[in-house]
């Protein structure tokens, strides 16, 4: 766990060293879980986006996107049940005076009984080796099943005081575990509270009487309000999709781990509109399709699990996570919900206008029922750095620190080089700039020697480095470097293009998906 602490250290200083991602308000001594996008950083997070917007949109026909404002009339809030429930059950400890959501608190607690029985088989299949039956183990392994029956029981007395809104069971679980302040080391804790997390503001002068208004903490509202006039205007028949990218705020308590918790972030949702009675069938779709979305990227099939909700909200019948393996552990990055007709029907009692929708096929009227996929791109975008940092070494004992980003989403496609600063060669390296970039993100590079231009490439995940040299002015043939495998080759600048697109395309990741 250490040794990931470090790592994750490693690349959160890498992140600021080569521009992705600064520390808001650095100057000011920053503002706590408010994060900026460097030069690099804003370019990642882009053709993340673009990604999204595009396997949503292009590949699917029935899918159009908006973009909504971020203020909304409050009372939207008041239907959707931010302002009554949108809260985080909070715990005080007296002796640190630090602040914690009572649910992590035991969530955190599970997690250390699952690390112990994943120990323990662990350590009997590197006793056993190759006659080791791991299925057997965990069924009758003593202390494994000891510690299964402690995991389970705890897990059904927390689901139940979540789902009950039971803050003094809450509170208990804590008493009863002994669970203690990480930082004063005692167990001398307050009530649990809730604590409501949108952030408001005031909406025109004091004197003419103020609007309380909310900064929205989730995207997806401003799609249910306009659902109808999406549906009217571009004549969507159901099944059909809205899909947005947008800021979202919430006033988070505890701000930990760089950008995966921030107050200030981005979503990209789509809500999907069915009939009712068909919202499993079309979860199971959205469940399986964002999956392979993330999956296509190749980052590694098994860094990703799904995780279905034990505690599922008042208003949904099904939903699911899709967890990501970051340094610190399996973690939610996207949401996929079986949200009912709920947020529909809600706004319809608080506006008092008919939205229901016409469906000409069975000839009756309904308020259609949603799934909705809801990814945080900054969480994305962590998933996405965590996976492709490398410290490698090198042969020679030298070492190279390298982004195997997926080429479609690095910042810069390539980099060309003049192997000197005379003889022509800069001219014609940008020559070849000029020509390239039209189509792939390019840079020139002139400084330093060779080597310590490609590291700086490798760095920022440069797919290709292309370098000019005498050869280049004689016959048109010039050097092409791939990122990860270091590998070199001669091809005739004419070619360049072709390889470079195949590779960095996004094209070619959105075909995998077809
Ligand atoms: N409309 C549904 C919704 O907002 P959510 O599970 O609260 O659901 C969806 O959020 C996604 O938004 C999460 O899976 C996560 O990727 C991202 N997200 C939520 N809170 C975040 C935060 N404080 N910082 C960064 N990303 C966040």
Redesign the pocket.
Known sequence: MAQQDDVFKKIVSHAKEYGFVFQSSEIYDGLA?VYDYGQNGVELKNNIKRYWWEAMTLLHENIVGIDSAIFMHPTIWKASGHVDAFNDPLIDNRDSKKRYRADVLIEEELAKIDDKIEKDVAKAAKRFGDSFDETLFRQTNPRVVERVKERDELHERFAKAMNDNNLDELRQIIIDREIVCPVSGTKNWTEVRQFNLMFRTEMGSTADGAMTVYLR????QGIFVNYLNVQKTGRMRIPFGIAQIGK?F?N?II?RQF?????E?E?M?MQFFVRPGEELKWFEYWKEWRLRWHKALGMGDRKYRYHDHDKLAHYANAAT?IEFEMPFGFK????I?SRTNFDLSQHEKFSGKNIKYFDPELNENYTPYVI?T???V???FLSVLCSSYEEQKLEGGDTRVVLHLPAPLAPVKCAVMPLVKKDGLPEKARAIVDDLKFDFSTRYDEKDSIGKRYRRQDAIGTPFCITVDHQTLEDNTVTLRERDSMEQTRVNVDDLHRLIHDRVSLNSLLRKLA
Request: aromatic residues 6%; hydrophobic residues 35%; proline residues 3%.
């Open positions: 879980a903490p989730e995207t997806a979202a919430r988070e701000a950008i995966f918790r921030m107050r972030f979503q949702e996570d939610e990055v996207e949401g919900h909705e809801s990814i945080g900054d969480r994305m």
